[in-house]
């Protein structure tokens, strides 16, 4: 059955009842059901009417007060590449280099961080039976084409998160805000939202009964920011590796997708950026510090060039 609720109030009712799905733009979940991944029923958030917060991006830049930016989690990707976002030019560059023009203009920013996994084994009907994501106790992709899964070996499942606005966000510190039964509140960091990727069982942390309501971002105003990627083919799918720099103040950070589970920032690199080093040799010590799955290690070679032509793209970058 498909309920179509009229408020973020009434989504969250129905949702804190049980076994449904919400369905915003619906790009990953109507694959997920020809994949015969969902189960129950669907909330289709289509005639939610949002409030200013849930479907809509404010930004303070410029305005005499801290800067400061906020994106409803309803928000359509597509929305993203305006002008209010142009103090945090990595994430305006992920949201318009992601997938295609058609899947932005369709997908929100709620389900682009809370897409499920693309692995190729989890998502086939005949092949994920002992899937770990499924609740079994292999992993095929450790045994079999694991060319574009994840880079760092971090829990049993080896597939890439595939949220890009994930990866950017990471490298803002940005936070978020969850709708739940009791009432909005602020939910911690996008980084907490992700989690360590050791679980297979979850792509993400959210509570369970909770909306994404919106996410928020206070650091990182003016610092010089750029968002990369490394495809196989073409720019609409999804990337071998993705990065978004930023470089401030307070030092380089770096948040890496297509490496591992979740997105990740790379500490170690970026310390070792502080002290001096390349951005190749930051990268190695990286990947040194870190327990590496064989088949994708091409990919540490990828990311040093991407990290030191992103690096690159910053510094040429004046606000
Ligand atoms: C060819 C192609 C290339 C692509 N390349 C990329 C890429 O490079 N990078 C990338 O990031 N993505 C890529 N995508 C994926 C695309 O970005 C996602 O499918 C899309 O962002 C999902 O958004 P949606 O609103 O359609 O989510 P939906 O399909 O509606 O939902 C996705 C998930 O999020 C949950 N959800 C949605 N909103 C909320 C909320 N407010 N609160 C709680 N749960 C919620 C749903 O229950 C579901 O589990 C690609 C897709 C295609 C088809």
Redesign the pocket.
Known sequence: MIHFPLSPSDAVTLHAQGRA??????????DRARNGLLVGDVID?RDVQPDAMFGGVSSTAGLGVPPSLSIG??TR?AALDVPALDAWPGLREAART???PQ?RA???V???L???NRCWYFRHPDLRADCHKAGGATCAARSGDALRHALFDVGPCISVH????GCALLAYDATFTVLEAAGLRDAGTVEALFGSGADPTRDNQ?PDG????AVHVDTGAGDRSAYGRATGRTW????LVEATVRVGPAGVVIAAGGVAPVPVRLRVAEQALGSGASAGEAIHRECASRQLLAQSAYKVDLLAGLVQALLDRADRRSL
């Open positions: 799905t919400l369905r915003a733009g619906g790009t990953d979940v109507v958030l989690a309803l990707i992601l997938a295609t899947v369709m997908a929100t709620g389900g682009g809370l897409q499920a595939p949220s890009t606005l959210l909770a909306v994404l309501y609409a799918e999804w990337p």
